[in-house]
C-alpha cells in the first residue's frame, strides 16, 4: 500500500469529532504513529582509539581507511580512496575482473591538508572508469608486504526495470552504537549494494580543535563496508569545519579531501551538490549548508538537473540532504525550511519519489504531502495530502555521541505517518519500474527489528493492479 493520511485509518472513531470541527470551520486531522518503543536515553560514547574496529593494516605504511563511490554518470566508473599514513607509497591500483587474467593499472591523485595542529596523511583517490556493468572486480593497492585487496561489483547497466537494493545511514559517528548500525546493515537480508549516506560522518568536529584523527578513525572504521560497496556521500553540518578561531577558514575542507565524488560527470561545480544513475534509481545530492537561494550556483545546477531526469530510464527519483524539510521533532525543528520554500514545488513538480534526509537522530516518515499553495496574501500554509510528492524520511538515527532526539512536537502533526526515536538503518529495495519496498530497521539491542516499512509505487510508471484500476473507473 502508498502512504494514505493515518486520519483515514481511524476515520470511523473519530467522525463525530470530526464532523463537529468541520461544521465550525477548522480544517483537522491527525498524525500517524508515535512509536511506543523506547531507547536507553543515556549518551553513548565514542569507541575508544585501542578499539579493533579502528586497528591499522598490518605493515608499514600499509593503506588504510580504503573506501569506494561512484566514479562516473552511470556506474561505469568507480572511485578508490584510501590513505597512507607515514609517506606517499605506491599511488596505483591493479584491478582486473574476477574470471579474467588481464589485470589492469590506474593512477590516482594524492592530496594532503593541514587543520590546526593535524596534517593528514597521503590521500590517494583513484578515478576507473569503463568498467563492464554488473561484474565483480578485485582491486589490489599498496606495495610489497603492505598490500591490501578488496573486491566491488559494478551495478547493472542503467534501465528502468533493473532490480537494486540500497542502503541508508545518517549520522553514523563512531560510538558502540554506530557499530551496532553499520553491523547491522551488513547483516541484513536484504543485501544493500551502495550505501546512501545522508551526511555527518565522523563527528570529529565534537573533539577539541575538531581533532582530525578521528576522521582517520572513522574511515578505519567504516572500511569493513565502504570498500566493498560504493557509498554516495552527501554533507552535513559536521562536516563544515569552519573555526576562523583557529585559522580554519575554509568550510568542509577535511570532507572535501577526503571523499572525493563524481560531480564533474554531473555539470556540478561543486562536490557538494551533484547526482549519479545507479542501476533504476536516479539520486540528487544536494548541500543543507551552502548557498541555494536564487541565482547561486546550487540553485542554477537544479534548475537544468530536474528536467534532465528521463523516468523512462530511470523511473526512481531519489534527492539526499541532510537537513529534512518535513520534521516533527523538537530538535532542529523548522531548520529546513528556507529549503522547503524554495524546493518543494520542484519536487512536486517532477513527482520526486522518495527524499532521505538526517540531522535529526531519530527515525520519521511523512505521509505524502505538500505545502506548496501560500503565496504570501492567501494563508494558505497548510500541509494537505499530495499524491504528487516525495514521501520525506529522516533517518539521522546513526548512532553519534550526541545521542538520539526524543523530544517531539506534540500532537503529532497530520504530516508524520511514523515517528520513532531509536537508532538504526534503512534499506530501500528496487523490485522493477513499478514498485520499491522501504524498511526501518530499529537497533533493537543486539538484533536488528523492522519497525517500519513502506511499499511505493511508482508515479510515472503505473502498476497492472493500477492499470486495471483506472481502466474499471
Ligand atoms: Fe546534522
New binding site residues.
Partial sequence: MDSTWGCARFFHLLLPLCLILMINGVEFCYGGITSTYLRDKNLSLDMPLHSDVFSLPAGYNAPQQVHITQGDREGKGVIISWVTPDELGSSTVLYWAEDSKVKNIANSTVVTYKYYDYNSGYIHHCTIENLEYDTKYIYEIGDGSNARRFWFITPPKVGPDVPYTFGLIG?LGQTFDSNKTLTHYELNPAKGQTMLFV??LSYADCYPNHDNTRWDTWGRFIERNAAYQPWIWTA???EIDFVPEIGEYEPFKPYKHRYFVPYRAANSTSPLWYSVKRASAYIIVMSSYSAYGKYTPQYKWLTNELPKVNRSETPWLIVLM??PMYNSYAH?YMEGETMRVMYESWFVEYKVDVVFS???HAYERSERISNIRYNVVNGECTPMSDQSAPVYITI?DGGNQEGLVTEMTEPQPSYSAYREASFGHGTFEIKNKTHAYFSWHRNQDDYAVEADSLWFHNRYWKSSEQLAVASYR
Fill in positions: 549520522d551526511g555527518d552535513g553540518n559536521h541532510h537537513a532542529h538526517g540531522h535529526v539521522g
